[in-house]
Structure formats: C-alpha cells, structure tokens
C-alpha cells in the first residue's frame, strides 16, 4: 500500500472519531446534558465525517487500488495527489476553525475564511481526481 493511502486512511479514521465526538458533544448540548452552546459542532462534524472521512476514505482506496499506469509510473504523480491531499485537510481545518469561530464570536467579516475552505477542499478533490483519471481504464486494460 503506498504511503499516501496509508496516511489518507490513518487521518481519515481521526476524522471520523472527530465527527463522532462532535456529533456526540452537539447532541448532549441540544437535550441539555451540557451547557454552553456547542451547536457549531454540529455541521463540523457532518463536514469531518463525509469528507474527511468518508470522502478521504475513497481517494485512498482509488489511489491504492486503481490499475497502475506503468512500472515506471505506477500511480501518476505523487505530488499532484499530496498536495490534493493537503488541499482537503487544510480546507477542513479552516472549516471548522472558522465555522465554530463565527458563533462564538469572532468578526463577521471573517466569513470569507468558510469560502477559503470550501474552495481548497474542492481543489484538493479536484487534484485527487485528475491523478487517479488516467487510471481509469475498462476491463482488459486498453
């Protein structure tokens, strides 16, 4: 398994306990469990279970499992794929940084981080997309 399928999947089981803590904590603050108002946590955590979990989860399947290109080459290039890889974890980041940042407080006028967030985990998807595409091949490999 290549070393970025391995890192993908060992974050994206991080994310997907993230998610459930926060889901967890979100819900126990609705029914009154807990004080304070966690209700932020709430499409965070919907964010880090599909796409930092679910969603990762695929890019690194694809890219592991995927036909391999060449010997030379087997799975396109690395980089490309890395720095997809990057995109999506620092847009997650900031999505949860500034999503939970906005309700308790901070300037409005830093609603544009949510919109940075959104367009670096798009990149990155876009990124992980376009080096597993020539891997793409129907059966007998033509």
Known sequence: MPLLSRTI?????????????GWSIATANQYGYIGGTWFALRPVSI????????????????????PIISRDDPYGPAWIAWAGFAAINIGLLLRAIFEIGLTRGMSYDLRWGLVVAAALQWLGAVLLIAVSWRRVKPRGGR
């Open 9 to 21: 999947i060992r974050l994206a089981m991080l994310y997907l306990l993230l998610g459930l803590a």
């Open 47 to 66: 964010h880090w279970i599909t796409v930092g979990w679910l969603t990762q989860l695929i890019f690194a399947v694809i890219y592991w499992m995927f």
